[in-house]
T-cell receptor
Framework: AQSVTQLGSHVSVSEGALVLLRCNYS??????LFWYVQYPNQGLQLLLK??????LVKGINGFEAEFKKSETSFHLTKPSAHMSDAAEYFC?????????????FGKGTKLSVKP | DVKVTQSSRYLVKRTGEKVFLECVQD?????MFWYRQDPGLGLRLIYF???????EKGDIPEGYSVSREKKERFSLILESASTNQTSMYLC??????????????FGPGTRLLVL
């Protein structure tokens, strides 16, 4: 079975500061890992995903995440926060194909960006 | 651009009413999903469908049913609404090719209040 833990339900950073949102996963098979973002009053949209290959994954809006198998982590980073990054971020894991492959979402981390 | 639309942004219903939430996607996607989103719990999968008239239970199907009569439309039905079904409901769709690792495209959500 898969599970996801997002450390910190709220993270606050200053504009221009580093953004680091933490995600740890548990999976009995090689995982597929995702970060989705939800802007206020909108549905979720994909930021980036790791399936196979390069462990450093670049996404939209300057975000990236690194798959670290030894640490069972997939933390999301952005070097310099922008006011428009204020949103809720969800990490998700999947076992891939088959009936047990549905996405398991973390509880979310709300990012605030202070001017 | 993929578009997933949901019939209502806000809905207020009374306990015991039958409630229909409609979702339409315009990208000819095979897979469609219904999630509910609650603060501090993230997203949880209610039902999904991988083809017309096909459905599979997700993690929390109790109290819900679904209908998929046409490829582009996926309906969530609350047979007898209860107050514990007050939540945000999100619809999503994706292509069949890669199964669960294909990007899911989300609608804006329907916020349901059951009184």
């Amino acid at each position: 079975a898969q599970s996801v833990t997002q450390l910190g339900s709220h993270v606050s950073v200053s504009e221009g500061a580093l953004v680091l949102l933490r995600c740890n996963y548990s999976s009995s098979v090689p995982p597929y890992l995702f970060w989705y973002v939800q802007y206020p009053n909108q549905g979720l949209q994909l930021l980036l995903k790791y399936t196979t290959g390069a462990t450093l994954v670049k996404g939209i809006n300057g975000f990236e995440a690194e798959f670290k198998k030894s640490e069972t982590s997939f933390h999301l980073t952005k070097p310099s926060a922008h006011m428009s990054d204020a949103a809720e971020y969800f990490c998700a894991v999947s076992a891939g194909g088959g009936s047990q492959g549905n996405l398991i979402f973390g509880k979310g981390t709300k990012l605030s960006v202070k001017p | 651009d993929v578009k997933v639309t949901q019939s209502s942004r806000y809905l207020v219903k009374r306990t015991g009413e039958k409630v229909f939430l409609e979702c339409v996607q315009d990208m000819d996607h095979e897979n469609m999903f219904w999630y509910r989103q609650d603060p501090g719990l993230g997203l949880r999968l209610i039902y999904f469908s991988y083809d017309v008239k096909m459905k599979e239970k997700g993690d929390i199907p109790e109290g819900y049913s679904v209908s998929r009569e046409k490829k582009e439309r996926f309906s969530l039905i609350l047979e007898s609404a209860s107050t514990n079904q007050t939540s945000m409901y999100l619809c999503a769709s994706n292509e069949a090719g890669g199964g669960w690792i294909e990007t899911q495209y989300f609608g804006p959500g329907t916020r349901l209040l059951v009184l």
